[in-house]
């Protein structure tokens, strides 16, 4: 069993920043892609941004150039720096990983942290 928990949300004014937190815990053997998504009440959750168990970062373009993923393997963490935020930045934002957690697993499964509240004030 593997849990994901969240930290950092809250209520900013626009142009504010915050830096959301997320560690695994549990039975972990390696932690491959991670990533943050975003959801609305009613609507889809969407792709915020990922980054590679190497580090590649991948962006939406809504949040380019504003947002930036980072991880600290050591830590099992990663993190999501929200800066220049807007109101339309306002969701809950869970995280995700792709965790194996035996080495003799045939395959990966995907774990979800339990959302954390961003709202952004106009």
């Known amino acids: 069993q593997v849990q994901l928990v969240e930290s950092g949300g809250g209520l900013v004014q626009g142009g504010g920043s915050l830096r959301l937190s997320c560690t695994a815990s549990?039975?972990?053997?390696?932690?491959?892609?991670m990533g943050w998504y975003g959801q609305v009440p009613g609507k889809e959750r969407e792709l915020v941004a990922t980054i590679s168990s190497g580090g590649r970062p991948n962006y939406a373009d809504s949040v380019a150039g504003r947002f930036t993923i980072s991880r600290d393997n050591a830590k099992n963490t990663v993190y999501l720096q929200m800066n220049s935020l807007k109101p339309e930045d306002t969701a809950v934002y869970y995280c995700?990983?792709?965790?194996?957690?035996?080495?003799?697993?045939?395959?990966?499964?995907?774990?979800w942290g339990q959302g954390t509240q961003v709202t952004v004030s106009s």
């Open positions: 995700n990983a792709l965790v194996s957690t035996t080495p003799y697993a045939p395959r990966a499964n995907f774990y």
């Open positions: 549990g039975s972990i053997f390696a932690i491959h892609d």
